[in-house]
Each structure stands twice: as structure tokens, then as C-alpha cells.
């Protein structure tokens, strides 16, 4: 056998194991190692064919702990087999230096075949180390009582819709307390996967308390306090996560009560139960971008920041740094909080979109380390397995945004009726469309209607997530 006739059976036999051994007359040998191959390969595809929620289940300790082990398996058995498949074709019939090239470029082979395994093990384990250090095991949170009637096997108890608290936080090393300066209440229908994203302003004043709460008692006419030395204010609704965390002889001295006081206020605030929260640190979310390299978003007009308005992020249509991107949605210079929650949604919209699968495997270790850091919930670990198909859903469903500002909302004296009015439509708007395609970083294209039907349509509070972005 010629050394170019070696290589090539052992080159077969790494893709098809027993191939080499047939080759080399080790008929049994051979037709084991293809069996077995086989076999793998069937037992792999009736899992993949028969497990309901593939996806969600791949979140899961057990899965993930298997794949690391399967995969350190089948890479020691595939190195095993390469090099035994080089010893069975004889090689020593060869002149040495051909002997020399071959052992080398079968070693290489060896060590190569092993490298897809290895891949496969370290993202997995990395996967398993980030979920496991941003989800709380399931005793340590108790889950929404399920409906009436519900059927025992409905992750979602009889319920219609799921609603998490997004919230942007601006803790860092050189400040106390957590204010939570961006607000969004992401409903989602779990059939459908359309969602409807409640924004809520952080200068929202005068914030009501459900009746019968600690919070509710101490503040019967809404949440006041005396004004800052300074002239600010500390009870917004960006304060209350603060002011509850700081306050723990309101609730018999249970400490670190902030997520819940906010999420119950919320969901009081404008009628829904709201199940969890994940508060993402804002500058965090700046490292996720860089992770994922960068978000290109339209800038509609140069954005002034830094405490002496040193920084600028221009006008233009390019892809931003992490940082960048940030100020320009955080940025208050030469601004209001209003236009700043607008830019926070354009930046979440652009992210959302750019966020490809290709992206994510290329940049996986980066976004996963980022990922880690940067987000805080309360989202039982055993949740995930129904909320990763449920995110998918959402990737391409309809997503609509309601920001409850001026004119809609006076932030000042809130009209709390008429915001649970918006609401309640906004979701049921949503309810009766059908998934569409995801929002994009420019915007969406929309029906023409006719001129009879242009007197009869009313504007609504209820917007695409990109609606007003991208346009210079």
C-alpha cells in the first residue's frame, strides 16, 4: 500500500470508524466499529426526534452534564481510533521516511478529531457555569400559583400570558443601592410569542402602593419624601428597589426586599402580575455589546455626554463600541428622560436583531462571560426549559412598545386608571395579532390603508419596538 492509499483509509476510517480495519482485513473488528457507529448515530437521532423541547432541555444540569461527558468519551475514543486504525493498515512496510511522514500526518489526524469534541465540552461547560451563576435554584423562589383548571403538565398553569420585569440598573463601585433607571415590563403571549413591552418612565412621581402592603401603609397617599439637600428627588419610581432595600424594619427586618416591593409596585401599577424580574447593570450590558462586536444603530442627531460634556457620540449611521452605544442611550445631556427611553429601546431593538446564531457561536465564550456579570434575576433555574423555546417565539413574533409618557402620561400628577386602561388594550391588540417578523434596526414596513380608512384609524399608544428609529 502506497503512503497516499494509507492516508486516505485512515482519513476514511476517522470518518467512518471500521472502514480502515476492513481495509487492513480485521473484518470484525470493522463491522463492530460500524455497528457501533451506527448505533450512536440512530440513538442520537431518536433523541434529538423524540425529546419534546430539545432546546429547553439542553438548559438543563442533568443534559448538560451528560454532554460534557459523552463528548470527553467519544474524543478519547476517536483518538484511540485513529491512531489504531494507522497501526492496523502496517505502515512498516514503508521506507522510513515515509513512515516518518505518515506517523506525523496520522498524529496530526489523531489530535485534530479530538478538537470538535474538546469544542463541544468547553461551550457546554461554559454554558452550564453562566446559567447556573445568573438563575436561582428552584427552592429558593416560589413560582406563581397555577390557574384554575389548569392542565398538570402546563409549565405555564392555565395562564395566557408571562410578564417579566426588564430593569437597567446603575450600580457601580463608587455608588450604594441599586436605582433602576430604565423600567420595562416585557408581556408575552406564550402561545403566540407576541409581546407587548411596557415602558415606564424613572421620574414617574407620586407611585402608588398595592393596599395592604408595608409600602402602601407607610406611603397611604403615594410615594413622598422631603426633597434632597440638593433639590433632586428621591422618590421616583427609580427609587423604590432603593428606598425598600434600605428599609428593612418595614417588612419585620427581612432584608433585601427592593425586587420584590418593585415588581409587586409595577404590577399594581398598571394591572398584571408580574412573575419575575432580571435587572441588567447598564454598563454591563456595555460589555455584551463589545462581546458580540458592537450594535449598528442610526444616530438622528449628535449625542453630548460626559459631567463636562466632553464626550459625543455623532450623528451617523455606523456600528458602536459597547460604550458608545450606551451613552447614547443613557446620555441626559441636552436631553429629557423621555428621548432617553426612546434611544434605550432603539439600542434594546438593534441588539435583539444583530444578536444572530452565527454571532453568538463565533463570540460564545465572551457573550457568555459578559452575560454572567451583567444580569441579576430572580427566574427559577427550572424555568429555562420552557422559556427558551418561548424566546424563540418571541425572535419572530410580533413586539410592540407602549411608553407611558408625555402627552400620554403626565409623569407628575399620573392618571393610574388610564394607565391600566393603555394596558389592558395594548395587550389585547397584541392578543388578537398573529407572530410576525422580528423588529429591525430600521423601520418596519406597514400597510398602506386606504383614504376611507385613514379618518377612521386613532392613534395609539402601542408602538413597534423600533418605531421611530433608524431615521436621521
Given at each position: 500500500?502506497?503512503?497516499g492509499?494509507?492516508?486516505?483509509?485512515?482519513v476514511?476510517?476517522?470518518?467512518?470508524?471500521?472502514?480502515?480495519?476492513?481495509?487492513a482485513?480485521?473484518?470484525?473488528t470493522?463491522?463492530?466499529?460500524?455497528g457501533t457507529y451506527?448505533a450512536?448515530?440512530?440513538?442520537?437521532l431518536?433523541?434529538?426526534?423524540?425529546?419534546?423541547n430539545?432546546?429547553g432541555?439542553?438548559?438543563q444540569d442533568?443534559?448538560l452534564?451528560?454532554?460534557?461527558?459523552?463528548?470527553?468519551v467519544?474524543?478519547?475514543?476517536?483518538f484511540?481510533l485513529?491512531?489504531?486504525s494507522?497501526?492496523?493498515?502496517?505502515?512498516?512496510?514503508?521506507?522510513?521516511n515515509t513512515?516518518?511522514?505518515?506517523?506525523?500526518?496520522?498524529?496530526l489526524?489523531?489530535?485534530?478529531?479530538?478538537?470538535?469534541?474538546?469544542?463541544?465540552?468547553?461551550?457546554?461547560w461554559?454554558?452550564q457555569q453562566t446559567?447556573?451563576?445568573i438563575f436561582?435554584e428552584?427552592?429558593?423562589?416560589?413560582?406563581?400559583p397555577?390557574s384554575p383548571?389548569?392542565?398538570?403538565d402546563?409549565?405555564?398553569?392555565?395562564?395566557?400570558?408571562?410578564?417579566?420585569?426588564?430593569?437597567?440598573?446603575d450600580?457601580?463601585?463608587?455608588r450604594t443601592?441599586?436605582?433602576?433607571?430604565?423600567m420595562?415590563l416585557?408581556?408575552?403571549?406564550v402561545?403566540?410569542?407576541?409581546?407587548?413591552?411596557?415602558s415606564?418612565?424613572?421620574?414617574?412621581?407620586?407611585?402608588?402602593?398595592?393596599?395592604?402592603?408595608?409600602?402602601?401603609?407607610?406611603?397611604?397617599?403615594?410615594?413622598?419624601?422631603?426633597?434632597d439637600?440638593?433639590?433632586?428627588r428621591?422618590d421616583?419610581?427609580?427609587?423604590?428597589?432603593?428606598y425598600?432595600?434600605?428599609?428593612?424594619e418595614?417588612?419585620?427586618?427581612?432584608?433585601?426586599?427592593?425586587?420584590k416591593?418593585l415588581?409587586?409596585?409595577?404590577?399594581?401599577?398598571v394591572?398584571?402580575?408580574?412573575?419575575?424580574?432580571?435587572?441588567v447593570?447598564?454598563?454591563g450590558?456595555?460589555r455584551?455589546?463589545?462581546?458580540?462586536?458592537?450594535?449598528?444603530?442610526?444616530v438622528?442627531q449628535d449625542?453630548?455626554?460626559?459631567?463636562?460634556?466632553?464626550g459625543l457620540?455623532?450623528?451617523?449611521?455606523?456600528?458602536?463600541?459597547?460604550?458608545?452605544?450606551?451613552?447614547?442611550?443613557?446620555?441626559?445631556?441636552?436631553?429629557?428622560?423621555y428621548t432617553r427611553?426612546?434611544r434605550?429601546?432603539?439600542v434594546l431593538?438593534?441588539?435583539?436583531?444583530?444578536?444572530?446564531?452565527?454571532?453568538?457561536?463565533?463570540?460564545?465564550?465572551?457573550?457568555?462571560?459578559a452575560?454572567?456579570?451583567?444580569?441579576?434575576?430572580?427566574?427559577?433555574r427550572?424555568?429555562?426549559?420552557?422559556?427558551?423555546?418561548?424566546a424563540l417565539?418571541?425572535?419572530?413574533a410580533?413586539?410592540?412598545?407602549?411608553q407611558f409618557?408625555?402627552p400620554?402620561?403626565n409623569?407628575?400628577?399620573?392618571d393610574?386608571?388610564?394607565i391600566?386602561?393603555i394596558?389592558a388594550k395594548?395587550?389585547?391588540?397584541?392578543?388578537?395579532?398573529r407572530?410576525?417578523?422580528a423588529?429591525s434596526?430600521?423601520?418596519?414596513?406597514?400597510?398602506t390603508a386606504?383614504?376611507?380608512e385613514?379618518?377612521?384609524?386613532?392613534?395609539?399608544p402601542?408602538?413597534g419596538l423600533?418605531?421611530?428609529?433608524?431615521?436621521l
Amino acid at each position: 500500500m502506497s503512503a497516499g492509499a494509507l492516508l486516505g483509509w485512515l482519513v476514511l476510517g476517522a470518518l467512518a470508524p471500521g472502514a480502515a480495519h476492513l481495509r487492513a482485513g480485521w473484518r470484525r473488528t470493522g463491522l463492530a466499529l460500524l455497528g457501533t457507529y451506527a448505533a450512536v448515530l440512530l440513538g442520537l437521532l431518536a433523541v434529538v426526534l423524540t425529546t419534546d423541547n430539545l432546546l429547553g432541555a439542553l438548559t438543563q444540569d442533568s443534559w448538560l452534564t451528560s454532554i460534557i461527558v459523552l463528548a470527553a468519551v467519544l474524543g478519547v475514543a476517536w483518538f484511540a481510533l485513529v491512531v489504531h486504525s494507522y497501526a492496523v493498515l502496517r505502515p512498516g512496510r514503508l521506507s522510513q521516511n515515509t513512515q516518518l511522514l505518515t506517523g506525523t500526518l496520522a498524529g496530526l489526524l489523531a489530535v485534530a478529531v479530538t478538537v470538535p469534541f474538546g469544542v463541544v465540552a468547553q461551550y457546554v461547560w461554559t454554558s452550564q457555569q453562566t446559567i447556573n451563576g445568573i438563575f436561582a435554584e428552584p427552592e429558593a423562589t416560589a413560582s406563581s400559583p397555577p390557574s384554575p383548571g389548569a392542565a398538570p403538565d402546563d409549565p405555564w398553569g392555565g395562564r395566557r400570558r408571562v410578564n417579566i420585569l426588564l430593569l437597567g440598573g446603575d450600580a457601580d463601585d463608587n455608588r450604594t443601592g441599586v436605582r433602576t433607571d430604565s423600567m420595562n415590563l416585557a408581556s408575552v403571549d406564550v402561545r403566540t410569542g407576541n409581546t407587548v413591552l411596557l415602558s415606564l418612565p424613572r421620574n414617574l412621581e407620586n407611585v402608588r402602593f398595592r393596599p395592604g402592603t408595608p409600602m402602601a401603609r407607610r406611603f397611604p397617599n403615594g410615594f413622598r419624601l422631603p426633597r434632597d439637600p440638593g433639590g433632586g428627588r428621591s422618590d421616583l419610581l427609580n427609587s423604590v428597589w432603593e428606598y425598600a432595600d434600605g428599609h428593612p424594619e418595614l417588612f419585620d427586618g427581612r432584608q433585601h426586599q427592593g425586587p420584590k416591593v418593585l415588581m409587586d409596585t409595577i404590577g399594581y401599577t398598571v394591572g398584571l402580575r408580574v412573575d419575575w424580574y432580571a435587572l441588567v447593570n447598564m454598563w454591563g450590558f456595555a460589555r455584551l455589546i463589545d462581546a458580540i462586536g458592537g450594535v449598528t444603530i442610526t444616530v438622528e442627531q449628535d449625542v453630548v455626554f460626559g459631567k463636562y460634556n466632553e464626550g459625543l457620540v455623532k450623528a451617523g449611521t455606523r456600528r458602536l463600541k459597547g460604550a458608545d452605544a450606551m451613552w447614547y442611550a443613557r446620555s441626559r445631556t441636552f436631553s429629557d428622560d423621555y428621548t432617553r427611553m426612546r434611544r434605550q429601546r432603539c439600542v434594546l431593538g438593534a441588539l435583539l436583531d444583530q444578536a444572530d446564531p452565527a454571532t453568538v457561536l463565533s463570540r460564545f465564550n465572551r457573550i457568555a462571560l459578559a452575560t454572567k456579570e451583567l444580569i441579576r434575576t430572580d427566574i427559577p433555574r427550572d424555568m429555562l426549559r420552557e422559556l427558551v423555546p418561548l424566546a424563540l417565539k418571541v425572535k419572530n413574533a410580533k413586539v410592540s412598545s407602549v411608553q407611558f409618557v408625555p402627552p400620554v402620561i403626565n409623569t407628575g400628577y399620573p392618571d393610574w386608571e388610564k394607565i391600566r386602561r393603555i394596558t389592558a388594550k395594548a395587550i389585547e391588540d397584541a392578543a388578537g395579532s398573529r407572530p410576525a417578523v422580528a423588529a429591525s434596526a430600521g423601520p418596519s414596513p406597514r400597510k398602506t390603508a386606504k383614504p376611507d380608512e385613514r379618518q377612521s384609524q386613532k392613534p395609539g399608544p402601542a408602538k413597534g419596538l423600533t418605531e421611530g428609529c433608524g431615521t436621521l
